[in-house]
């Protein structure tokens, strides 16, 4: 017998639609303050979903959650279309946490915004540059913001203040250009296109993680990156880095853009084989980093090229993403003039099944490192 409770979280393959909607009728009236569902996404459901929105609206909710991700999301353009239209001034106020899965962003007229929101979680979204900026802009008070995966077709640009946001995260997004206010941003992770950043002054901002698709040059990466990152004190970077010959180190060393609060740097850079002996410029980061305490440094190397000029198909299964097997797989994708078919079946560690979110995080390792390598005609196929 269920009673009523101030949190509801529905999983679509647990529970029937018949069974939700009787438990929505019981806690019909009551305030429920958290309101969870997760099941794939099928057109068929859009009016049993509209229902569940207007069940948020009428019931005081303060955390709203739609994961609606398919199990193989890749390759499907429908989505659902959250129906903002639906809240009311109230219902807009009291919300303070969204996470929405696998929908589409279409503003109505005259949207006001969530004034108190705290905590906005988008994934697999499809939304026009204009909607998400718009959304954003009338986020006053929010605090936590994540990305992932989201197509925009365009920049995120938003000139009011996020006088609040601590935490932001972009990843895997198609974006142009990243340009926000945010003076008291503390955190930033970024995995992407190498694009324009701009996050105002952001002076307290004490975290960064950065991958980057394709390359940065080390020039780049000591001029750019202190300025976008004034008091930075803990920075990863992931990115293919061209080391620069000894004859250009001289130049580097001479660089007057600092790290001045760096505390802790990792590198994780993909090298080619010729660059080993160039290791030394990577002393320019230590020269641009006056108080680094701690240094990691993680190559994937990048073997001599080889000719495999008759291979057009390849198949891995048992694929764990490691450091490894990426050195192997960038050597052969590099030495196949020809290849045609890339399939590449992804594990867990230790001969271990594999989840959704692990065989996603395999597939766009292996993704980035491939960026720029692969041959545009060569299909890859990840399962």
Known sequence: MWTCCTKLRFDGVMVSRDNINAILQQHSGKIVEEF????????????????????????????????????????????????????????????????????????????????????????????????????????????W????????????????????????????????????????????????????????????????????FGSVHLEDALTTLPSMLPCVQSLSLDAYVPLTTLSQVSSLLKNTCKFSHLKYLQLKLRLYYHDSGNILSLASFLRASPCIEKLEIHPIRRLPQGEYGYLKNMHITGFVASTGELESLLHVVESASILEVLTIEA?????????????LK?????????????LRNTKLYMA
């Open 36 to 143: 969870e569902v997760k099941f794939e996404f099928d057109s068929k459901l859009v009016d049993h979903l509209n229902g569940l929105v207007d069940f948020v609206v009428s019931s005081q909710t303060k955390k709203m959650a739609f994961d609606l991700v398919p199990t193989n999301p890749v390759g499907l353009l429908d989505r659902y279309r959250f129906p903002f239209e639906r809240f009311d001034n109230g219902s807009i106020s009291r919300l303070q946490h969204i996470q929405l899965s696998f929908a589409s962003l279409e503003l109505p007229p005259h949207f006001s915004g969530f004034l108190n929101l705290r905590n906005l979680d988008l994934h697999l979204i499809r939304s026009t540059q204009k909607d998400l900026q718009d959304l954003l802009s009338q986020c006053f008070n929010i605090e």
């Open 362 to 374: 395999v597939e766009e390792l292996t993704r980035r490192y491939l960026d720029g390598i692969m």
């Open 145 to 212: 913001l994540s990305l992932v995966r989201c197509h925009i077709g365009g920049e995120i640009k938003v000139t009011h203040p996020l006088p609040r946001l601590l935490y932001l995260r972009v990843t895997y997004c198609d974006i142009t250009k990243l340009q926000l206010n945010a003076i008291n941003l503390k955190a930033f992770m970024y995995d992407g296109m190498r694009h324009p950043i701009d996050l105002g002054h952001a002076l307290v901002l004490k975290e960064a993680s950065l991958h980057f």
């Open 347 to 359: 594990a867990g560690m230790l001969g271990k099944d594999i989840d959704y979110e692990g065989r």
